[in-house]
Nanobody, 120 residues
Framework: QVQLVESGGDLVQPGGSLRLSCAASGTIFSINAMGWYRQAPGKQRELVARIISDSSTNYADSVKGRFTISRDNAKNTVYLQMNNLKPEDTAVYYC??????????????WGQGTQVTVSS
């Protein structure tokens, strides 16, 4: 099995910064992609940022220029640096990973979620 453990969510004032971390552990042959999604109350879960195995990235338009996703392959960990946070960034942030546990397999895993609240 594979587990994703997130950390870094907190209460922060508008304009502040946070860094989220997500570490994958377990039976991992390769990690094809990792990313962050978020879900605000009453809204659908949406993609925030994603990084794939060749290190290419994509971001939601709403976070471009403010958020940066990065990955430490040696630690099977993905980070989301969030700067200039806005109240509309308030949501539960979920880590997502596309992982191969053996050759030719692919599975999608989700973390348990971490709360980010942006408020004065």
């Amino acid at each position: 099995q594979v587990q994703l453990v997130e950390s870094g969510g907190d209460l922060v004032q508008p304009g502040g910064s946070l860094r989220l971390s997500c570490a994958a552990s377990g039976t991992i042959f390769s990690i094809n992609a990792m990313g962050w999604y978020r879900q605000a109350p009453g809204k659908q879960r949406e993609l925030v940022a994603r990084i794939i195995s060749d290190s290419s990235t994509n971001y939601a338009d709403s976070v471009k220029g403010r958020f940066t996703i990065s990955r430490d392959n040696a630690k099977n960990t993905v980070y989301l640096q969030m700067n200039n946070l806005k109240p509309e960034d308030t949501a539960v942030y979920y880590c997502n990973a596309d992982i191969s546990r053996s050759w030719g397999t692919r599975y999608i895993y989700w973390g348990q979620g971490t709360q980010v609240t942006v408020s004065s």
